[in-house]
């Protein structure tokens, strides 16, 4: 071997053994927030255009086997609660760019019948209005919200369009705030969607991410989809215990806003997928939609924050049912992007993962 070959492997050598220890660095940190924050399991990445740079997955499926031997594995699925918005923005601009509907569609536009009984608030609302929590839908950010509902049959498409018809029957958020957030404006967005592609928000999930770009996913709470999975954690009785899968809570009326779960590898997919799209590197959208989802408009998108702050571009979102929490940021200037996961809910826990956030942001 010549002395440029032999440089460039000594090159690559300190590579890796910068990044290992950088890794290990890492995984110290987080194991002391973790101990701090009581929390079980955290897994954590930095992403680029070109590479996952960390990844790292520690800890315990539940908070009662701290004393045996970890048994978290790359394979653990965790909630990403309202971090799922973002994927249905996506499937959002997949369609537009398939010309099936446009960002300013009017609601009323695909179902005229149902004008005459909705508040006429909600008249011009659009799908971008909707998707951007411009369109002054009731939040149902919390539970006493759903309890307070009709009871809605048929299979989850269904109830979906059932509840969707009822939210625009409520009142009509009134304040001048620049965005207010709302679960229910996904739902209802997400019927807009499905009328005009012909099928569900499960199939079209399972087709442009499954099917489309091999990046696997779950409906609904790890551990009510398979054996050995991480459980989610909350506060009883002043106490932080794992979630049982059989407790009655269903998110499904507002599945599209924020019921789906990943593992690391799948979820780092998706976040370098739009990295590379904004970086025009990816072309499974259109450049331009990969642009308009992360900066449609200012302080939230579409299923992404926007906010530009000390001449940074950020793009960020934080998604938590009470059980998971999962914070996601992408640096547009740097195209880079940070996500720390955990298997609790609890302030404590959301805590911790932003100071994990800002550690990996110093490398």
Known sequence: MNKITNRIILIIILLLAFNNIEAQNFEKFAKNIMLKDSIPEMTFAIITKDSISIKKILGHH???????????????????????????????????????????????????????????????????????HRANTQPFTSGAEYQKLPKFNGNKQQQRAKFARYVLTLLAVNNTANHNYSNAGYSVATVMLEKVSGKSWENLCNEILKSNLNIDFVFGWPNRNAQNQPYGHWIENGKIVPVNPNTEYDLSLAEPAGDISM?????????QLNIKGLSKENDFLNLETYNFLHT????????????????????????????????????????????????????????????????????
């Open 263 to 271: 593992n690391i590898d799948n979820y780092t997919k998706f976040i």
């Open 296 to 363: 449609a408009k200012e302080e939230y998108a579409i299923g992404w924050g926007n906010y530009t702050k000390n001449d940074k571009q950020i793009s960020e979102h934080s998604g938590s049912d009470g059980t998971f929490f999962c914070y996601a940021q992408i640096d547009r200037k740097k195209l880079i992007g940070y996500v720390v996961i955990v298997n609790s809910g609890t302030q404590n826990a959301q805590n911790g993962v932003f100071e994990m956030i800002n550690e990996l942001k110093k490398k």
């Open 62 to 132: 539940k908070i009662t086997e701290l004393n045996e031997k970890p048994n978290a594995n790359i394979n653990d699925l965790f909630h990403l609660g309202s971090n799922t918005k973002a994927i249905t923005g996506f499937i959002a601009g997949y369609l537009v760019d398939k010309n099936k509907i446009e960002w300013d569609t009017k609601f009323f536009d695909l179902f005229p019948k149902l004008k005459k009984k909705s508040n006429k608030d909600y008249h011009n609302i659009t799908l971008k209005d909707l998707l951007t």
